[in-house]
């Protein structure tokens, strides 16, 4: 199938299922394939907008007491029982933002985050790393110990990396290539699962 039939395929189907994205489809996929969502009711979805994740993840939090906060730059239309923060996701106290919301450490960080494309493949990949590594130390702020993380990143020289950077923090990351992400996208998903702790070598310098 052509990208942009494949494109136009998912984007019908979000449409008719009631999401405001396709980008629904692959949190589908990966809730389907590692779970991460089940016993969650305290998410943050990190470059929430327009906000299908944020509509996957309400709908995967069948407990009456959950707490979802989605952080955008952009203005999210409310959802029924989602908070929302408008603000870019490098603000300095973002995570007490968040804890605020919360009010008790997060079980699952979600982040989606692309930055606005330039155009020039080198700056924008970096650009996202950059996303997915601030993605990463917010993330180990607010989880609790065995929580779950996962972040887009697009795939750079660094990715191997990140990864071993990612894997300081949590006990199994596995990498995910979607089948709803196009395949000329260099985008992946990194699924970190359970969270080891901040006891000693939290050190935001080296993210
Ligand atoms: C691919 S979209 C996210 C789609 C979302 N997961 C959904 O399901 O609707 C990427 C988002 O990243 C957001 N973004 C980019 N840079 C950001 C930043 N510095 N702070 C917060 N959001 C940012 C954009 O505004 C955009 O909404």
């Keep these: 199938m052509s990208t942009w039939k494949k494109n136009e395929t998912f984007r019908k189907q979000a449409r008719k299922a009631g999401y405001r994205s396709r980008a629904a489809f692959k949190l589908l996929e990966i809730e389907q394939k590692f779970g991460i969502l089940r016993k ?3 998410i943050v979805d990190l470059c929430s907008a327009p906000g299908s994740w ?3 993840a309400q709908e995967k939090c069948n407990q009456s007491d959950y707490k979802i ?4 730059l952009n203005y999210i239309r409310p959802i029924e029982g989602v908070s929302v923060i408008q603000a870019s996701i490098e603000e300095s106290d973002l995570v007490s933002q968040i804890l605020e919301q919360l009010t008790l450490p997060a079980h699952v960080v979600l982040s989606d985050c692309s930055p606005k494309l330039s155009g020039k493949k080198v700056l924008d990949r970096e650009r996202q790393l ?3 590594k601030l993605s990463l130390q917010i993330a180990v702020q607010l989880l609790e110990k065995r929580g779950h993380f996962v972040t887009k990143v697009f795939q750079t020289s660094e990715f191997q990396e990140f990864i071993t950077q990612v894997k300081d923090y949590f006990k ?3 990498s995910f290539k979607p089948k709803s992400s196009l395949k000329r996208s260099p985008e992946m998903y990194l699924i970190a699962k359970e969270f080891k702790g901040l006891s000693h070598q939290f050190n935001p310098d080296v993210l």
Aim: hydrophobic fraction near 50%; charge should be positive; avoid cysteine.
């Design 54 to 56: 944020l509509q996957v």
């Design 172 to 174: 199994s990351v596995k």
């Design 69 to 72: 906060v989605g952080v955008d």
């Design 40 to 42: 969650a009711n305290r």
């Design 130 to 132: 950059w996303q997915a």
